[in-house]
């Protein structure tokens, strides 16, 4: 599903990530665990093309690293940032359906109904600005947005960082009930507590090398 082979990062000078690889099957959620500045956020923005990277990232057959970062999303790609990154004066529900505006992806209403039926604490509040949310509430349609482009594959960015123990259990609940729809999910998370039960095996990466360990 996703076979990343020698990916290479470096800010400037400095090189970030070194030579990383990891496969991923599809429908298989794995974590990526490492401490804060290993390297996680840069890998996740490499792939999703924020970052220039050498190497080879297969999605499918497709090399995401041999696209402009603005088609990736339209492969299936979908992206939750640690700092959630939503537009503070538009709604939740034009937050949630941003990805499709560049992709002009068929069934958008469609998909926005199932992503309401999982989680239907967004939809209640779907006409509200994302301004007006909580930190958590924003988390949560972070992921709904993430959901929107991500057919195919999520690439989640400390989903759990700075919730409170209630909505970190239901954001668990939600992630759990992926696994029936045959999404694979990459978790980047600083510490295992929180994804150990949702994980089929995870990728461990330091001062930015991977090794996996099922």
Known sequence: MLKVENLSVSIGP????????LAMNEGEM????????????????????????????ELGHVDLLALPAHRRAGHGVGYM????????EFTV????????????????DERLEWIYSIMPEVARFANRRALELSGGQQKMVALA?????????????EPFEGLAPALARRLGEV???LKNEGVSVLIAESNEVHVFDLL???????RGSVTDRR
Do not use: H
Not at 14 to 21: F, Q, T, V
Not at 40 to 54: S, Y
Not at 145 to 157: N, P
């Open 145 to 157: 947005r993430a959901l929107m482009a991500g057919t195919r594959i999520l690439l989640l960015d």
């Open 30 to 57: 794995c974590g990526l665990i490492g401490r804060n500045g290993a390297g996680k956020t840069t890998l996740l923005r490499a792939l999703m093309g924020a970052l220039p990277a050498t190497g080879k990232a």
């Open 200 to 206: 089929a095996r995870a990728f461990f990466i330091e």
């Open 14 to 21: 400095i090189p970030i990530i070194r030579n990383a690889s």
């Open 81 to 88: 940032p640690e700092d959630r990154r939503l537009v503070p």
């Open 175 to 177: 992630l759990a009930n």
């Open 93 to 108: 529900e034009e937050n949630i359906r941003l990805p499709t505006w560049a992709t002009l992806a068929d069934g958008v």
